[in-house]
C-alpha cells in the first residue's frame, strides 16, 4: 500500500473554494485557477490588512494549493494566514471558521492535538455549524482514540425533516469513511467514498477534491486486490485532475503489482517530478530492486534519507513513513525505533501501533513487537502489509502456526500486496511449511526408534 497509511491521515474534507467566484472568460486550469485565487487574496489583504474575513479565504486558497501540489510549505502559509486572521478576530462565533481551516491544516502538519483544540474551539463558538465536528473527529482518529472521533462523526447528520442537504451529506460520508476503513468495514467504506464523489460533483467542488476520492477508492480497491478497479479509479482521478501526484504514484504502484516494471518507473518518474515525497522515491528504488537495478534503488533510498533530514516540518510529517522505510530496508535500524517511537508519542493510532511493531522486530525486540502488532490489529483492520509484519514477528518469535496464518491471509487480502512483500510472504510460508514437514518427520523417527 503505497499510500492509504500515509494519506489516510488526511482523510479530511477540505474546505471547497466555488470557481464560480473566479469565473474567466476561458476557464482555467486547476493549477492556474488555485494561483489566480492567491493572488486575488493577497490583493484583498493588502487593501485591508486587518479584516479577518480575507486571510482566511487566503488561508483556503494556499491549503487548496498545498492538496494539488503536496508541497507542505503552503500549509505553513496557511497557518501563518489564519494566525493573522485570528489576531483581528478570535472570540465570537465569526472567528468559528478560522479554527475549523486551522484544525485541517494542523491536521496535515500533524499537529493531532492542536488540531483537535481547533476545531473544538470552532464548535463552542458556533455549535449550529457543523463543518467543525468531522475535523474533531479526523484529530481523535488519528490519536487512535476511535470512540470519541465516532461521537464526533455521529453529529454530521442531515436534518430529521428530510430536507437535501449535499454539504452535511458530503461531510459525514467523506470523513466517516476512514473510521469504517479502520474497523474492517471496507464496503461501508466504499459506499461513503462513492457517495462522497456524487455529492461533490453536484456541488461542483474544486477538481483535486474530486480526484483525491477517486485517488482513495482506487487505493482501496489496490489494497483488497482488484487491480482493475484500482486501475479505473486512479484513471478516473487523472480525467479529473490531470498529473495528480497521488494519482500517477497510485498508477505506478499498479504498474509494479502487474510486472510492467519499466511503466511502473515511468509513474514514479511523474510523479516525483511534481512533488518527491519519500513514498514515491522509495517505492521507485523497490521497483529498480525487483528490476536488478541496483544502483538506481540505492539513488532513490540515499534521497529518501537526505529529504527526511531537510528540515523540521519533514521530520514531524514524515516519522511514520521514515520508520516504515528504515525497517523496511534494513537502513539505520536503530533510527527507525526511535521515530517510530517518537510518533507514537503522539498517536496511538493502529498504524504507528503497526510501524512500531516492525521497527522493533528489525531491532531484535520480537516479544515487544509481538505486543504491539496486536495492539495493531485490535480493530480488525484489513491491511495486508500489517498481516505481513504479523506473520513475520510471530515467525520471529518461533509460532510457525501463527506466522502461516497471517501471512496466508496478508496473500488472501491483495496476492500482490506489495513489489517485494508478497514475494517474501510466500517464500516464508514455503520456508514453514517444509520446516514443520522436517520437525514432524524427525518426531515421526525418534518414535519409531522409540517403539523398537
Known sequence: MIQTRAFLKALVVFLAIS??????????SADKASDARIRFWQM?????IEYWGSYNEL???YAQKA?????ISYFQLAEGSLEQSLKFESTHKEAAPAFAQLATVHLSEHKFREAGEDAEKAIKLLPTDLAAYPYAGDAQLEQGNYEAA???YDYVKPPEDGTQHPGIEFLAASHGAGLHWIKGDTSKAFDDLERAI????EMHM???NLAWTEFMLGEQSFQLGDLAKAEERETNSLRDFPKYHRALAAMGQIRAAQGRFPEAIDFYKQAIAIIPLPLYLAALGDVYTVSGDKTNAEKQYATVEFIGRL???????YNRELALFYADHDRQLPEALKLARKEFDVRHDVYTSDALAWALLKNGQTQDAKQEIERAMRMGTKDAIMEYHAGMIYAAAGDKAKASEHLERALAISPRFHVLFAPQAQKTIAALKAESQTTAGMDAGRDHAKQN
Open 311 to 317: 528540515n523540521e516540518i519533514n521530520q514531524q510529517v
Open 206 to 208: 474544486p477538481a483535486e
Open 150 to 152: 465516532q461521537k464526533f
Open 67 to 71: 492538496r494539488e501540489t503536496g508541497d
Open 44 to 48: 484583498q489583504v493588502a487593501r485591508d
Open 19 to 28: 470557481s464560480a467566484a473566479f469565473a474567466q472568460e476561458k476557464p482555467l
Open 59 to 61: 488561508a483556503a486558497a
Open 198 to 201: 456524487v455529492l461533490g460533483q
